[in-house]
């Protein structure tokens, strides 16, 4: 599986911004996108994520309320959209596919593909 991902950029605290991510090659009908991020010298964490079977998302107890995650199962694509976002969410943030997930348990999902990241930085 291919991972083209897009936005990201500087915004104010309390901004709002969008990730767009985009995958092909899939070999089965049923998948989950993933969104992570990573800041240097911490360890990567899981986001959010959505899966193409039911359409059932997961949040990170750090970003609920404030990100929203959808997709177009048609187009491959997936989306967060970021808003009120804190200096604390700046970070590179990942697009990634299990390719054969039948849900949108991130934390066991085996995240195979991986979009090349894009910056987010939120300042103060």
């Known amino acids: 599986v291919q991972v083209a991902q897009s936005g990201g950029g500087l915004v104010q605290a309390g901004g709002s911004l969008r990730l767009s991510c985009a995958a092909n090659?899939?070999?089965?009908?049923?998948?989950?996108i993933g969104w992570f991020r990573q800041v240097p010298g911490k360890e990567r964490e899981g986001v959010s994520c959505?899966?193409?079977?039911?359409?059932?998302?997961y949040y990170a107890d750090s970003v609920k309320g404030r990100f929203t995650i959808s997709s177009d199962n048609s187009a491959k694509k997936a989306y967060l959209q970021m808003n009120n976002l804190k200096p604390e969410d700046t970070a590179v943030y990942y697009c990634?596919?299990?390719?054969?997930?039948?849900?949108?348990?991130?934390?066991?999902?085996?995240?195979?593909?991986w979009g090349r990241g894009t910056q987010v930085t939120v300042s103060s």
């Open positions: 959505i899966s193409s079977k039911d359409g059932s998302t």
């Open positions: 090659g899939f070999r089965f009908d049923d998948y989950a």
């Open positions: 990634a596919v299990d390719d054969g997930a039948t849900s949108a348990d991130l934390p066991n999902l085996y995240f195979s593909s």
